[in-house]
């Protein structure tokens, strides 16, 4: 591209980004399926007024209330099937090399 004559900023937009691209999106899905799934952290900082995802899943096991722990396993099927499907018809429609 720089041989065509391509400025910096449009190689970086038409050559860096789209090959890039595959690992971005698993590298922001690992970090949203870890960030979601993390307990340590979240158990650590959590106060009564704010309530995490993982927090709450644990307290309501805890306590026996199947029916709430069964609503959070919901609330993160929602979150991220649809993020995993996405990455699958990404990987699918990228070009083989």
Do not use: C
Not at 75 to 94: D, N, S, T, Y
């Amino acid at each position: 591209a720089a041989s065509l004559g391509a400025s910096p900023a449009r190689r970086f937009v038409d050559v860096i980004v789209p090959n890039a691209m595959p690992g971005i999106l698993a590298g922001a899905l690992m970090v949203v399926t870890l960030s979601l799934g993390e307990f340590n952290l979240t158990w650590m900082l959590h106060t009564p007024l704010t309530k995490t995802l993982p927090v709450g899943l644990a307290d309501s096991y805890a306590s026996m209330r199947l029916e709430v722990a069964s609503a959070y396993t919901l609330i993160f099927f929602i979150m991220i099937v649809p993020l995993l499907a996405a990455m699958q018809l990404l990987a699918e429609r990228e070009p083989k090399r």
